[in-house]
């Protein structure tokens, strides 16, 4: 059995909750900043491409400066939210939903913790032989 | 998880209660008078930016700006900075816009700090697996 294998789902998914719970803290945490666009994780895309299910085709560089696509979890999946009102200065922060996704996030984060303490939890009663 | 967060939050927490301050200064000052509309006081406010570090990033105060509405001109004749024509002038605070700005603010700064409690404990949780 392989260790890697064994925990990699809830690691991948863990890193990538903990990467979407800092997105969604600068979204709150420019609530009242003017001209900031609110981001997010495409977390099911992400996810699926760190699970090998959905190929994703790298862009052709032609210049050393060109940006690279997107590696797990990369600028590439991060996209701009799609507001319900646009506010007057150009904020497109909605702090209600903002902090119910954080909250969402956070139980999701936990849950995946839960599931990898699990995989430790009975590798350890492997070792043991019990 | 990234220790980032903290910053981030931080950052907001700063921002919010240098807003605090500059609201409490306003409405400290809503009822000033001075001799003329010059040195009168006028009501402050920071402006915000945001600094971004690839997609995330916190917040920084770029400066506080003074508000430019003029100063009300009231006729006071016996008020002892009253000018020669027996005008005084009142700071152009508007004790209603201060009085939500401060809401605000103090949700703000509350929403950072619920943030910064649920990024510490799932970090702490993080720290304690595999026990």
């Known amino acids: 059995m392989n260790l890697d294998t064994w925990l990699a789902p809830h690691a991948d998914a863990l890193k990538l909750r903990a990467r979407r719970t800092t997105v969604i803290a600068s979204n709150i945490a420019n609530a009242d900043t003017p001209g900031y666009k609110a981001r997010d994780l495409a977390f099911g895309e992400v996810l699926a491409a760190a699970r090998g299910g959905l190929p994703r085709l790298p862009l052709a560089r032609s210049a050393p400066n060109h940006l690279a696509s997107g590696t797990l979890g990369g600028a590439a999946h991060v996209l701009y939210r799609q507001p319900e009102g646009a506010s007057l200065d150009g904020n497109t922060v909605e702090k209600d939903l903002e902090q119910a996704r954080f909250a969402e996030n956070a139980m999701r984060y936990e849950a995946s913790l839960q599931f990898a303490k699990r995989r430790v939890d009975s590798m350890l009663r492997i070792l043991k032989g019990e | ?131």
């Open chain 2, 1 to 131: 998880m990234n220790t980032r967060i903290f910053d981030i939050a931080g950052s907001a927490m700063r921002a919010q209660s240098l807003r605090l301050n500059a609201t409490a200064s306003n409405l400290a000052n809503a009822d000033s008078v001075a001799g003329d509309p010059a040195s009168v006081y006028r009501s402050r406010h920071p402006v915000f930016a945001a600094v971004l570090d690839g997609e995330i990033g916190g917040v920084a105060t770029r400066g506080v700006v003074e508000s430019a509405r003029p100063a009300e001109r009231r006729h006071a004749p016996d008020h002892p900075l009253a000018d020669a024509s027996g005008h005084v002038y009142a700071s152009n605070v508007d004790t209603v816009e201060e009085m939500t700005n401060m809401m605000s603010a103090s949700r703000s700064y509350q929403s950072n700090v619920e943030l910064l409690n649920t990024a510490r404990q799932l970090m702490l949780k993080t720290l304690r697996l595999g026990e």
